[in-house]
């Protein structure tokens, strides 16, 4: 071959961020299933608010704009509890309220949590009657109580993240007991 | 103005009740049996259209215990009526309004609820804030404020 070919290799300029490289990083990831599942859930609450008292505008206040439930994935609230993950109970609950409140969480799929928003959901509250449930907790596990009546929003959202936590570090079997 | 069509109202009613004014409203003590006429009269006569409330009042010890207290409110002449009658713990009887207001129908449910006043004529007294099931009269004074019945088992008793 007579003619002058450069023999320099030049190569395209952005080729080697196209090409599939082996040396790029992130290739392959090492975890373990319950840190993945978890990392996956706890981004993703779907929450179901159970709504029965003056806390709810403290509800409505902390999934709006200047607090934004959505920074954590729980801002999407789900008006069927087969769909939800979270059972928000917000307010007072009364002992006629108690079996649709219990009907609610039972229809709830696994994984499913529990926050028991506010007071009286938490203890009663200031109650102590014959109409009163003195704390939700009497009927069904609760995962997080958010204290105050009613709780300020960055009470609500340390909730959230303390129930992400908890979300994080569980374990999230493929089949479990209830399945 | 108010003042004297309150005069008025008690010098007329002086002659079936024991009348008085009482806060800025007229008070209207009456025998049970007394209970429709007055407040026919009340609604018929005197323009009194809107039934506030019904409610009873729990005086332990007392051998008539329970007072049953109906508000009235005219919106014409803007006064306040109240109308009380005593009734024994034994027969706890009084007469229903429902013929005369129909708002009646509720607030009696409600107060036979809290303080077991039976409202003869009113057809429909089931549970109206209390549930089927519920024993007792929780706004009477011997009512235990910490007695519960729940309708959920509790889970530590599960």
């Known amino acids: 071959m007579s003619a002058t070919i450069p023999i320099t290799p030049v190569m395209a300029k952005g080729v080697h961020a196209t090409r599939p490289s082996r040396s790029a990083a992130f290739e392959y990831l090492t975890t373990k299933k319950d840190e993945l599942v978890g990392w996956g859930r706890k981004f993703s609450i779907f929450p179901y608010p159970f709504v029965t008292a003056c806390c709810a505008m403290e509800?409505?206040?902390v999934s709006s704009t200047p607090y934004d439930t959505d920074r954590f994935g729980a801002a999407l609230p789900r008006f069927s509890p087969r769909q939800s993950d979270l059972l928000m109970v917000v307010g007072t609950i009364t002992h006629k309220q108690a079996p649709i409140l219990l009907k609610v969480y039972e229809q709830m799929c696994e994984p499913k949590w529990v926050m028991a928003?506010?007071?009286c959901a938490t203890s009663g509250g200031f109650y102590q009657n014959y109409a009163t449930?003195?704390?939700i907790d009497r009927i069904m596990p609760v995962d997080v109580y958010v204290p105050g009546c009613p709780p300020r929003p960055e009470t609500v959202i340390d909730g959230i993240m303390q129930l992400q936590d908890r979300i994080a570090?569980?374990?999230?079997p493929i089949v479990n007991d209830a399945f | 103005m108010r003042?004297?069509?309150?005069?008025s109202l008690r010098d007329d009613f002086a002659d079936t009740a024991k009348a008085s004014i009482d806060r800025g409203a007229l008070l209207l003590a009456?025998?049970?049996q007394e209970v429709i006429a007055t407040a026919t009269r009340l609604r018929r006569d005197y323009g009194f259209d809107l039934l506030l409330d019904v409610t009873a009042v729990d005086w332990p010890g007392r051998p008539l215990r329970f007072d049953v207290v109906w508000h009235f409110y005219s919106t014409t002449q803007r006064v306040r009526a109240r109308m009380t009658t005593a009734v024994a713990e034994a027969?706890?009887?009084v007469a229903t309004l429902t013929g005369l207001y129909g708002s009646a129908g509720f607030m009696e449910r409600e107060c036979h609820d809290m303080y077991g006043i039976?409202?003869?004529?009113n057809a429909d007294l089931r549970p109206i804030l209390l549930y089927e099931g519920f024993v007792g009269h929780p706004l009477r004074k011997d009512y235990a404020k910490e007695h519960e019945q729940p309708l959920v088992p509790y889970r530590d008793e599960r």
């Open chain 1, 133 to 135: 449930l003195l704390g």
């Open chain 2, 30 to 32: 009456v025998d049970p």
């Open chain 2, 3 to 7: 003042d004297t069509v309150l005069a």
């Open chain 1, 59 to 61: 509800f409505m206040a």
């Open chain 2, 91 to 93: 027969s706890p009887d």
């Open chain 1, 117 to 119: 928003f506010g007071a």
């Open chain 2, 118 to 121: 039976r409202f003869a004529g």
């Open chain 1, 169 to 172: 570090r569980q374990r999230h």
